[in-house]
Structures are given as structure tokens and as C-alpha cells.
């Protein structure tokens, strides 16, 4: 048997549609793997009746079949499906993991990306990486089709999960299909700064450069209460606001010092829309880690 821990990650970060990722040091998924003739799922932990165990529905059944590696795997949930916290690239990545451990495909973490990414195909309808990538990797990563390059950063983050599931297939609906030259300028500029701030470690440069005029102002539509918790953030202290995925989470950077009132704010902001939520005080993480073979 091999089990394998993959955090929570949180995609997009504004300005990177599709392509930034970060790996949160907390929640995460555990996934136990054992070989069978046929693959079979089971799933314990945060939200398993949302998810299926019919390995044609479920992401680690296409992971497992991408490696041609048939087992039993067992998922402990610790991120909620439909959260905006990549709960299905935790899954993906874990599995991918373990299952070329099991099988000794001898495939480096970078070679697994686009592997866990049929994972994501399953339930987005696309085979984005910018979850899985982290995920898998650790860090802040850029995930391009030529492939990912990572930054091992530390940057204080809060992560705050409303009890509203969007899903990611839908918010991929609202997604405009054009943007003007000067919007694409705006995220250019923007993503830039965001990279730099990873790279030199900076909460006020990546809070500066999480700003998006393209897809975040759609998807924030989804998201009961998001004004009020992005502003009651910013008067704590973030250094930035936006969606996290695809939402609902909502995703604060932070100096460390700021991270409890950041919360807190950003808790009251919902509660005061009469929407119930939960905060996680988190930092940028490392990737999936095999804890027992
Ligand atoms: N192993 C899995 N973990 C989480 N969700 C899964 C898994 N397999 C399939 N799903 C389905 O994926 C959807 C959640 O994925 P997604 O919408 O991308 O949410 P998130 O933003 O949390 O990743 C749900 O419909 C869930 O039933
Ligand atoms: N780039 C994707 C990321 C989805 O992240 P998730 O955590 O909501 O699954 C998108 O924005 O659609």
C-alpha cells in the first residue's frame, strides 16, 4: 500500500487565469492506494457524499487509468468538493502519485502533471493544470502548454470557504470570450507584478498583482457576499482580494502579522450576509509528499 498527502491549492490568483497556481500548506487530501485486478474508489472525510465512487465520475479513476495502474484506492477528504481550493486536484495529484509509486512508473512529478490533469478533465470538462501543477509540485507555479515552472515562495495567505458550492464546470460558463486590448494590458501588467512577488517574496507586490478586470468581476457574481468580505479584508490589512479557483473561497494575501484580523474580517463580512464560513490561516506549501509505502 502507499498513501500519499496533496494539499489544497488555490488557482488563478487574479491575474493568471488557467495558468498561476499555489500550493496552501493546509487542507489536504490523503489518498491510499493498493493494486487489484480493477480499480475501485472509496471516499471517507469532508463532503464524500458529493462524490462519486464510479471510477468513470470520480478523477482518480481516469488518473488511474492515464497510468494504466488499476487499484484500490481509498480518499480521505480534507478539502471540500466545490470549493474554489482545487478539492479535485488534491485527489488527482495524490493519486498520480501514489499509483506511479505502486506501479514504479518511474514518472517525475513534472511528467505527472498532465497526468493528474485527466483528472481535472473529468469533472471541468477541460484538462486545466493550474491546480494539479502545485499540487504536485509545491510552490507558486506558472502552467503553460510548454509546461510549469515553480517558485519556491513564502507568502502568507488567507483561504475563506463560504458554505455555497460553485462548481467549476459552471463558473467556466461565465467566463467572457474576448477582452479588450486595454483589459489584456491591465492583466499583463498585473501577472508580471505577481511573479516578481513570488520571486522576492513580497505580500504587497503579489496583493498588487492579483487585480483582474477580465474573469474575476464574472465569477464574483457567484459568490454571495464577495464585495463585502474582498473590502472588509482589504480595512484588515490584505494586501490583496480575489476568488480563489473558481470559487466560492476567497482567497486574502497577507502579511503574517495581519493574517488573525484578515481572517476574522473576512468571517464577520460573511456572517454578515448570513452566510456561514470557515477560515483557514495558511501560507504558500509544498506539494504532495508520500508519507507510507
Ligand atoms: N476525488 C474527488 N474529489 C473531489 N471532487 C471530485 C472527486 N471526483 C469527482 N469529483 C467531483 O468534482 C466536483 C468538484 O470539483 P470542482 O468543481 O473542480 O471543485 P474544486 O474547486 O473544489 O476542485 C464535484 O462535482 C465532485 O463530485
Ligand atoms: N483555472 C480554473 C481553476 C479552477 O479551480 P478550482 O479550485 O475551483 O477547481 C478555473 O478558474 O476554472
Sequence with gaps: MVTVRAPATSANLGSG???FGVALDRP???VHVEKADRTTIEVTGVGRQYIPTDPDRNVVGAVAEALDAPAHIRIDKGVRPSSGLG???ASSAAAAVALNELYDRGLSREELVPVAAEGEAVV???PHADNVA???LGG???ATDDGVTTVDADIPLVACL???AVSTRDARRVVPSRASIEDMVHTVGRAATLAVGMCRRDPELVGAGMDDRIVTPARAELITGYHDVREAALEAGAEGVTVSGAGPSVLSVC???DRTRVAGAMLEAFDETDVAARAYKTRVGRGAEIFDI
Design 140 to 142: 507558486f507555479t506558472v
Design 162 to 164: 463560504p458554505e455555497i
Design 17 to 19: 487565469f488557467d495558468v
Design 255 to 257: 502579511h503574517a502579522s
Design 124 to 126: 471541468s470538462g477541460e
Design 28 to 30: 489536504a487530501d490523503v
Design 87 to 89: 478539492s479535485s486536484a
Design 134 to 136: 502545485p499540487a504536485l
